[in-house]
Each structure stands twice: as structure tokens, then as C-alpha cells.
């Protein structure tokens, strides 16, 4: 599927994810499946959480004891392949890369959208980060409904 439709099956998606338990606090969630000579994830992170390895052509893994959430590596993968997630009590929280301008404002309600390009639901901006080291990619805290936990990807703006 994921090599048909450029979209991963459900099962790929799960082998990413810790469990539910764990998502209390925010882990990077690295959605790069295929073999490809890359690791900024890797070399971007300051508490060694992700390993590419010896063979760069190796999909990164997440030591999730590791991973404090942070979201340098969401900024610094230029697959935009990863994303931070967390739950807490009704609602998912995530960081996401996003690279539109205009920039989305804290407290605007944004479509939350699937993988397949379709809208999940509304989610809320919570945060908008830009410095200057991120390189024009903006980082996005962003809050949805738990239910879109393994759905959710990216936002659109309404207007
Ligand atoms: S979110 Fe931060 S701590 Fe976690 S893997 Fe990415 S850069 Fe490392
Ligand atoms: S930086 Fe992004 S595209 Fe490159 S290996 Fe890491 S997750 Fe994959």
C-alpha cells in the first residue's frame, strides 16, 4: 500500500508509536519506511534518541526512555517525516513541521487532517515556533481529539 498509494497501512503506522501508556509525555513518532541515504533526525537530536546507524540507508528508530519531545527533529527532517505526539486525558497533542505561509495563529481552529489528504475533524493551534535556526520551517503545537491520535498528520487552515 504504502508503495502504491505513498500511504502506510495501518500496522506500519502502529509499529511507530509507543504505547498509549507512554504518550503521557511527548515522543517523536518518525514516519520514514523506506531505505533512504539520510539522518539529520539522527544528528539533529541533542539526547541521542535516534539511530540511523553505520548504514545511513537505515530508517531511524526512536529510543522512546530517550526522546523528550522536544521537536528539533520535526524541524530538522527534510522528509517532514516526523511528528510529536502526546495524550493527555481527552485530547492528543502534537508538534508538527509545517512549511505554508501565512503562519497559522495561536488559538485558530484548523482542519486536523489524515494521511490521505482528508479532514479528521478541527483541531486548535497552541503554539508557533520560528527561529531563526529552524530554517523557514515552522514548528506547530497543535491539539486534536485523542480519537485522531494515529490519524492525524498536518493541519490546513480554514481561510
Ligand atoms: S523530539 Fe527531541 S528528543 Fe525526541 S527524538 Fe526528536 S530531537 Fe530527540
Ligand atoms: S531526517 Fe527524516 S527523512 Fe531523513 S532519515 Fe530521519 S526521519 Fe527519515
Known amino acids: 500500500m504504502l508503495n502504491k498509494t505513498g500511504v502506510p497501512e495501518k500496522s506500519l503506522i502502529l509499529s511507530r508509536f509507543p504505547d498509549n501508556v507512554?504518550?503521557?509525555?511527548p515522543k517523536a513518532i518518525t514516519e520514514c519506511y523506506e531505505p533512504i541515504p539520510c539522518n539529520p533526525c539522527e544528528t539533529?537530536?541533542?539526547?541521542?534518541?535516534?539511530?540511523?546507524?553505520?548504514?545511513i540507508n537505515t530508517p531511524p528508530k526512536v529510543d522512546f526512555d530517550q526522546c523528550?519531545?522536544?521537536?528539533?527533529?520535526?524541524?530538522?527532517?527534510?522528509?517532514?517525516?516526523?511528528?510529536v505526539a502526546q495524550i493527555k486525558e481527552d485530547q492528543a497533542f502534537f508538534k508538527i513541521a509545517y512549511e505554508f505561509s501565512p503562519l497559522p495563529e495561536v488559538g485558530e481552529t484548523v482542519h486536523a487532517i489524515n494521511r490521505e489528504g482528508n479532514i479528521l475533524g478541527t483541531a486548535r493551534i497552541e503554539k508557533v515556533t520560528l527561529r531563526k535556526k529552524q530554517d523557514k520551517t515552522a514548528l506547530i503545537d497543535v491539539s486534536t481529539s485523542k480519537d485522531f491520535l494515529h490519524e492525524f498528520v498536518t493541519i490546513r487552515r480554514m481561510s
Open 22 to 25: 507512554n504518550l503521557g509525555k
Open 44 to 55: 539533529s537530536c541533542p539526547f541521542d534518541a535516534i539511530t540511523v546507524g553505520k548504514d
Open 68 to 83: 523528550t519531545g522536544c521537536g528539533i527533529c520535526v524541524y530538522s527532517c527534510p522528509g517532514l517525516a516526523i511528528i
